[in-house]
Nanobody, 120 residues
Framework: QVQLEESGGASVQAGGSLRLSCAPS????MGWFRRAPGKEREGVAA???????NYGDSVKGRFTISADNAKNALVLQMYDLKPEDTAMYYC??????????????????WGQGTQVTVSS
C-alpha cells in the first residue's frame, strides 16, 4: 500500500508564501492537485523525473514544483498566495513515466491532503 503524506499547509494572509511537501517522492511522475469547497479537484502542478513540469494557468508564475532529493520529497513552493488558492492540496503519484499531466485520471496514488487557507 503506497502512502503519500503531505505537510506544510497553514493559514496565511494574501500575498504570503507557503511550502508544501509530499513524501516519499521518487515516482516517475508526480503532481499536486487541489480541491476548493464546492469545486472539482484540479491539477496545480506536475513533474516527471526527466525534469518536465506543467502548471495550471491560475498558478503559473506563482507556484514552483520541484523534487528535493535529499529529503525524498516533492515540494510545491507557493508565492503571492490569493484567497482563491484556498483549498485542500493533495499529492499524487503515477507508477509510470509520462508527460506531467494535470488530469487526475492519470495518477495512481494519492495522499490525504493538507489544508491551505488564504485570507484577504
Amino acid at each position: 500500500q503506497v502512502q503519500l503524506e503531505e505537510s506544510g499547509g497553514a493559514s496565511v494572509q494574501a500575498g504570503g508564501s507557503l511550502r508544501l511537501s509530499c513524501a516519499p517522492s521518487g515516482y516517475p511522475t508526480m503532481g499536486w492537485f487541489r480541491r476548493a469547497p464546492g469545486k472539482e479537484r484540479e491539477g496545480v502542478a506536475a513533474l516527471n523525473n526527466l525534469g518536465a513540469t506543467n502548471y495550471g494557468d491560475s498558478v503559473k508564475g506563482r507556484f514552483t514544483i520541484s523534487a528535493d532529493n535529499a529529503k525524498n520529497a516533492l515540494v510545491l513552493q507557493m508565492y503571492d498566495l490569493k484567497p482563491e488558492d484556498t483549498a485542500m492540496y493533495y499529492c499524487a503519484a503515477r507508477r509510470w513515466l509520462s508527460s506531467p499531466f494535470l488530469e487526475r485520471i492519470y495518477y495512481d496514488y494519492w495522499g490525504q491532503g493538507t489544508q491551505v487557507t488564504v485570507s484577504s
